[in-house]
């Protein structure tokens, strides 16, 4: 229904976005010309003249970048959802989206130029263009927005409802309905199984009839669409309506959210010809977590090359000071469970966990995790690389192999995790990482109910921004040591 016009509606704006963009060229080229004559400065390559056939011919050198902007910004927009829930969402979110996505698609309208090896461009042309692009963007969209609600408040271009149900997700949805009059959407009336109910207003709008009057009603007015928001119970009883508009042409919807989900959505997908409905408690595109594997892959392989030489000299250190492996290896639990081994610079004695029992009444953190600030295991290297948080530097090897990912909750050790109360094992629905919120927060300084709060609080928000902002408070923390014990 909305989802529909919405998509259809995206289609729309991506074509105004590319023309405008495209508008945009013409309009940078004489702003940027105006801008040389009152500074005096140079003239751009293949400029002969602030004239239209002077625009003809920067435009004949430079096609490829009066064509590739324009496309460029589009495919940025359409990833940070420009286009979706157009008109439900607020201006000022609308905003502050096309702000961002419009500062990536200046980046790889820049990396385009280099890539295109287009050695002539003009820098200021190209800060010139991203302005005026930023300008007129945010003007059609605010233009849009004002023409869509004055075509829909003057009863134009609507779709007439008629809802089945009046219970609380049935008055949540009319709720909805009736709070977005830009929706295009007009309630016609209701329809209860409650013979009680009939004639009666509810939100506003009249009880018409009973599920079995829907026959007969979709014939007396102009019906769009009908939804069903109703009760599990009342099923079967719909089956005959659903026939009724169906046999007359009249489009069916019936609401999907049965069940009291706070974090779950639902979605509906389709398995070999058969439909199922998904109830996904981690909410990401496939092409996002594609992006975050191959960051991982791009990120781990390039630092183990930058501090190889560190590693190296980690690893010397380590075994002159006392005997035993380079390496410490302990089985962790990774996505939804799995059993991977994790590799970390030995930063304790070799018998370290063999010690770990009696020591457990000096345990320093609450939960099932152990920690305590100074621990008689830790060898005089090991303070160093812990403090440094160069002991990590290793599982770079775990993230290449796919086992971690650069930012993800922190792995637990089996033991923890065997311990952990049924709302904590929901942070093992995420690949685990290297750094997280919990990382860049405070570390051992916070309580074991604040870590799972703050990585439950990363997967409910995760995005690649998310990870990116993580990864920039990350290098500060590792570079002055805080919250390391």
């Given at each position: ?5 919405e998509?259809?509606?995206?289609n729309?704006?991506?074509g105004?976005d590319f023309?405008?963009l495209?508008?945009?060229f ?6 940027d010309e105006?801008?040389?004559q009152?500074?005096q400065l140079n003239?751009?390559?293949y ?6 056939s ?5 435009a004949?050198n430079f ?5 590739g902007f ?12 420009i286009?979706?829930g157009?008109?439900t969402?607020?201006f000022?979110?609308l ?6 996505s419009?500062?990536?698609a ?5 990396n385009f130029v ?20 930023y300008?007129?963007?945010l003007?059609?969209k ?11 408040s003057k009863?134009?271009?609507?779709e ?11 008055l949540?949805?009319?709720d ?5 009059g ?5 309630i016609?009336?209701?329809?209860d199984d409650?013979?009680?109910l009939?004639?009666?207003k509810?939100a506003?709008?009249?009880?018409m009839g ?5 026959p ?8 769009d669409r009908?939804i069903?928001?109703?009760p599990?119970?009342?099923l079967p009883l719909?089956?005959?309506?659903i ?14 959210d049965f ?6 959505q ?5 398995f070999?010809?058969?439909?199922l409905?998904?109830?996904k408690?981690?909410h990401a595109r496939?092409?996002?977590l594609?992006?975050?594997r191959?960051?991982d892959?791009?990120?781990?392989a390039?630092s183990?090359i ?6 190296l000299i ?11 492996p380079?390496?410490f290896?302990?089985v962790r639990?990774g996505?939804k469970?799995?059993?991977f ?9 070799n018998n370290a ?6 020591l457990?009444q000096e345990n320093?953190?609450?939960g099932?995790?152990?920690k305590?600030?100074?621990d008689?295991r830790?060898?005089?290297?090991g303070?160093f690389?812990?403090?440094?948080s160069?002991?990590?530097?290793p599982q ?6 796919g086992?971690?990912?650069?930012v993800?909750?922190r792995p ?6 065997e311990?952990?109360?049924i709302w ?13 919120i ?5 570390r051992?300084k916070?309580?074991?109910d604040q870590?799972m709060k703050?990585?439950?609080?990363y997967?409910d ?13 990350t290098f500060?923390?590792?570079?002055t040591g805080?919250?390391a014990e």
């Amino acid at each position: 229904m909305v989802s529909e016009r919405e998509k259809f509606l995206g289609n729309i704006l991506k074509g105004i976005d590319f023309v405008v963009l495209l508008v945009v060229f013409p309009i940078a080229y004489f702003l940027d010309e105006f801008i040389r004559q009152i500074a005096q400065l140079n003239i751009k390559a293949y400029a002969t003249s602030a004239t239209f056939s002077g625009f003809l011919n920067f435009a004949s050198n430079f096609w490829m970048l009066f064509g590739g902007f324009p496309l460029i910004w589009v495919v940025i927009f359409s990833i940070y959802g420009i286009y979706e829930g157009y008109r439900t969402r607020p201006f000022k979110k609308l905003v502050w989206l096309i702000i961002v996505s419009g500062l990536w698609a200046t980046l790889a309208s820049g990396n385009f130029v280099f890539l295109a090896k287009l050695q002539m461009t003009s820098r200021l042309f190209f800060v010139v263009y991203a302005t005026t692009a930023y300008i007129l963007i945010l003007l059609e969209k605010w233009a849009l927005l004002k023409i869509l609600d004055n075509v829909h408040s003057k009863g134009l271009n609507q779709e007439n409802l008629l809802i089945v149900g009046t219970g609380k997700r049935a008055l949540e949805f009319i709720d909805a309905v009736h709070n977005h009059g830009n929706w295009g959407l007009k309630i016609v009336g209701l329809i209860d199984d409650d013979h009680a109910l009939y004639g009666k207003k509810i939100a506003g709008y009249r009880v018409m009839g009973r599920i079995k009057d829907i026959p007969f009603i979709i014939n007396q007015i102009v019906i769009d669409r009908v939804i069903f928001v109703v009760p599990r119970h009342w099923l079967p009883l719909i089956e005959e309506a659903i026939l009724a508009c169906e046999e007359v042409g009249i489009n069916t919807a019936l609401s999907l959210d049965f069940y009291n989900l706070t974090l779950a959505q639902t979605k509906q997908t389709d398995f070999n010809g058969f439909p199922l409905l998904e109830f996904k408690t981690f909410h990401a595109r496939e092409w996002q977590l594609f992006i975050k594997r191959l960051l991982d892959i791009i990120i781990s392989a390039l630092s183990l090359i930058i501090f190889s030489p560190i590693m190296l000299i980690t690893a010397i250190a380590i075994k002159l000071e006392t005997r035993g492996p380079i390496l410490f290896k302990q089985v962790r639990c990774g996505l939804k469970g799995r059993k991977f081994v994790l590799y970390k610079f030995r930063s304790m004695i070799n018998n370290a966990e063999e010690m770990k029992a009696d020591l457990a009444q000096e345990n320093e953190m609450d939960g099932p995790v152990f920690k305590m600030k100074k621990d008689p295991r830790i060898t005089n290297v090991g303070s160093f690389i812990r403090k440094t948080s160069i002991d990590e530097l290793p599982q770079l090897f775990n993230v290449l192999k796919g086992d971690m990912s650069i930012v993800g909750p922190r792995p637990p050790i089996v033991s923890e995790v065997e311990n952990y109360k049924i709302w904590q094992r929901r942070r093992l629905s995420l690949k685990p990482g290297i750094t997280c919120i919990w990382q860049v927060s405070g570390r051992n300084k916070l309580s074991f109910d604040q870590w799972m709060k703050m990585d439950l609080e990363y997967i409910d928000n995760w995005s690649l921004m998310l990870d990116w902002r993580i990864m920039m408070k990350t290098f500060f923390v590792v570079i002055t040591g805080y919250g390391a014990e």
